[in-house]
């Protein structure tokens, strides 16, 4: 019989020659466990998924339950269930009044096509508009308004009517014109290496956007749901934008998506034309039970409140460390950069073997990404930034 490993290898479609590739049989709060004994702790979240750690009691309870209530049982959209229902009124709560009708789909780059396709239908535009450097997705159409020129480029033609501005350029912002029809921007942006824009850079495209009429699209699908330490990115920006994608850590581990947006601007998908945009298992009850069981650890636990003096901890920690040339944050979301992306690897490798997860950024290969469970403790903090300052001490 073959083990999971090779089957893993010879039977499931691989994304890099490399792989990680460790064995994962449970996993709890901050930690993964292996089949033998192996321990590893989680400062990279599934990147970004993981933000209430692993296994909650909670979430899985809320699971449970709606399990043995029903799963699937008809389409987005058509039946009344109390699990996407509780879940909308919920996250509209933690929202400005505008942002006040979900969408629910199955993943942030759905969020993203359904958002672009809800700007165009409201302006009747067909331009978009987006930053170099952005990271919206893998569909055709996410991949369309991101930046990165090597993994576009074997799929073209994509979108054509997509122009790209310098993220955090005022300057340019003028390029937004009557012919846009959206603008699709992460607030941070993350694959890029937690790029944190000017305050007045996002001021300023809200007030481009406004003035032109193009809808704004803030993609927080991995910025928001406390990373940053509010709900969202956007609310220490002084901005609201018109439409806002969510993903990642919104279903607490549970594959869910949402756009969301003013109900007149959501009206399209009804009427013009009817079924606009239309997902079999977008809202699915069992993954909307564990984004509000998320939700609602999240509020409980007062996690918003810790995670400032979690990322201040961890920068104070690392600071110590030679060799990093800058440490970019915003909560607890972190890029730390080394001269070269060898170093990054080395790092990353090193402390695998020392039971340590952690990353890069596939559009940043030499900043090296942290981006722990919130409710990680202090004492966790403490034993990975020591692995690390000791990994980053064999680079000499
Ligand atoms: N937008 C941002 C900012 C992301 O970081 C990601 C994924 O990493 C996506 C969109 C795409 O989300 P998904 O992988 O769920 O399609």
């Given at each position: 019989m073959k083990t999971a490993a090779e089957i893993f290898r010879d039977h499931l479609a691989q994304t890099t020659p490399f792989p990680m590739g460790i064995e994962i049989e449970r996993a709890e709060g901050s930690w993964l466990y292996g089949p033998n004994g192996e321990k590893y702790l989680d400062l990279i979240s599934g990147v970004g998924v993981s933000n209430i750690g692993h296994g909650h009691p909670k979430l899985k309870e809320a699971i449970h339950q709606q399990v043995e209530s029903h799963l699937h049982t008809m389409v987005y959209g058509e039946y009344v269930q109390s699990g996407p229902s509780r879940l909308a009124e919920k996250l509209v709560s933690l929202l400005p009044e505008q942002l006040n009708c979900c969408y629910?789909?199955?993943?942030?780059?759905?969020?993203?096509?359904?958002?672009?396709?809800?700007?165009?239908?409201?302006?009747?535009?067909?331009?978009?508009?987006?930053?170099?450097?952005?990271?919206?997705?893998?569909?055709?159409?996410?991949?369309?308004?991101?930046?990165?020129?090597?993994?576009?480029?074997?799929?073209?033609?994509?979108?054509?009517?997509?122009?790209?501005?310098?993220?955090?350029?005022?300057?340019?912002?003028?390029?937004?014109?009557?012919?846009?029809?959206?603008?699709?921007?992460?607030?941070?942006?993350?694959?890029?290496?937690?790029?944190?824009?000017?305050?007045?850079?996002?001021?300023?495209?809200?007030?481009?956007?406004?003035?032109?009429?193009?809808?704004?699209?803030?993609?927080?699908?991995?910025?928001?749901?406390?990373?940053?330490?509010?709900?969202?990115?956007?609310?220490?920006?002084?901005?609201?934008?018109?439409?806002?994608?969510?993903?990642?850590?919104?279903?607490?581990?549970?594959?869910?998506?949402?756009?969301?947006?003013?109900?007149?601007?959501?009206?399209?998908?009804?009427?013009?034309?009817?079924?606009?945009?239309?997902?079999?298992?977008g809202g699915n009850p069992v993954c909307c039970a564990a984004a509000h069981a998320t939700i609602e650890i999240i509020e409980s636990e007062n996690l918003l409140e810790t995670v400032e003096a979690k990322g201040a901890l961890i920068e104070e920690l690392l600071s110590q460390a030679k060799r990093i040339v800058e440490i970019r944050r915003r909560g607890l979301y972190f890029a730390i950069d080394f001269e070269t992306e060898e170093e990054v690897q080395k790092i990353v490798l090193g402390l695998l073997e020392q039971g340590l997860i952690s990353f890069w950024f596939l559009s940043c290969p030499h900043s090296f990404r942290i981006a722990p469970p919130l409710n990680i403790s202090e004492e966790e903090i403490r034993f990975a930034c020591q692995l690390i300052v000791e990994e980053i001490k064999k680079l000499d």
């Open positions: 629910f789909v199955n993943s942030g780059a759905e969020a993203i096509e359904g958002a672009l396709k809800l700007a165009k239908r409201n302006t009747e535009r067909s331009e978009l508009v987006a930053f170099r450097g952005g990271y919206h997705g893998s569909t055709h159409g996410a991949l369309s308004v991101s930046g990165n020129e090597t993994k576009k480029r074997a799929y073209r033609p994509l979108l054509n009517d997509v122009r790209f501005l310098n993220f955090n350029a005022v300057n340019e912002l003028s390029q937004i014109t009557h012919k846009t029809a959206a603008v699709v921007v992460e607030t941070i942006q993350g694959d890029a290496g937690v790029r944190i824009p000017d305050l007045g850079f996002l001021k300023a495209l809200r007030a481009r956007c406004t003035e032109v009429g193009a809808l704004l699209i803030l993609d927080e699908i991995q910025s928001g749901m406390g990373r940053c330490g509010t709900w969202f990115a956007f609310e220490q920006f002084g901005i609201v934008p018109d439409i806002l994608c969510t993903a990642k850590a919104l279903g607490g581990g549970l594959p869910i998506g949402a756009f969301i947006s003013d109900r007149e601007i959501m009206q399209v998908f009804t009427e013009k034309p009817m079924l606009g945009h239309i997902t079999t298992f």
